[in-house]
């Protein structure tokens, strides 16, 4: 009776094993459990064609919105501090505004992209490196000396290039983000 039940337990696990290795050959690889359903509520919201699609797409989206949460926090903080009005003549106001823009450098660049596409990392650093440049200037511009030697239109065209310098990356962030069917309008 011994050896009866050490051989059914033997054919079983064989069997077992043969089975599971067997059954591995007809299994995809799947998306973790979260991004699933990630993947699942932004799809009945948004239409995606496939999972492929919707998975990069949800991922970069949700970056966007975090990057949209960030802006609105940092804007709200600069209103709080005062009506910004960011000319360099306005000693009130000024400080915030820098504060508000370095807090949303650093919170927006902080944002974890490892799992996004080399092509949106690369133009995502950029646009935080341009906000990080920005935050710079108006660091430095902080410090009401700094001002002091500055005229109206000297301000507003550094201004200018650090607004533009931007933009023109944004639009880059959003061109590779809508090529893979993110939700930009954020």
Not at 13 to 36: G, H, I, M, R, Y
């Amino acid at each position: 009776m011994r050896i009866k039940t050490i051989l059914s337990t033997a054919a079983f696990v064989v069997a077992f094993v043969f089975s599971s290795a067997f059954a591995s050959l007809f299994v995809t690889e799947t998306e973790p459990k979260t991004e699933f359903f990630l993947v699942n509520a932004y799809k009945s919201v948004s239409g995606f064609k496939s999972r492929s699609e919707s998975a990069t797409a949800v991922r970069i989206s949700f970056l966007i919105s975090e990057d949209s949460r960030n802006g609105r926090e940092s804007d709200r903080r600069a209103y709080e501090m005062k009506k910004v009005d960011i000319s360099p003549f306005v000693n009130s106001s000024f400080p915030a505004y820098a504060d508000s823009v370095e807090r949303y450098a650093d919170a927006s660049s902080s944002l974890e992209t490892d799992a996004l596409p080399r092509d949106f990392q690369k133009a995502w650093r950029e646009h935080m490196n341009a906000w990080r440049d920005y935050s710079a200037y108006l660091n430095r511009m902080e410090n009401s000396s700094n001002r002091m030697g500055w005229s109206q239109a000297e301000f507003e065209d550094a201004e200018k290039f650090y607004t533009g310098k931007i933009n023109s990356t944004w639009r880059k962030v959003g061109r590779i983000g809508e090529s893979y069917g993110a939700d930009i309008s954020y």
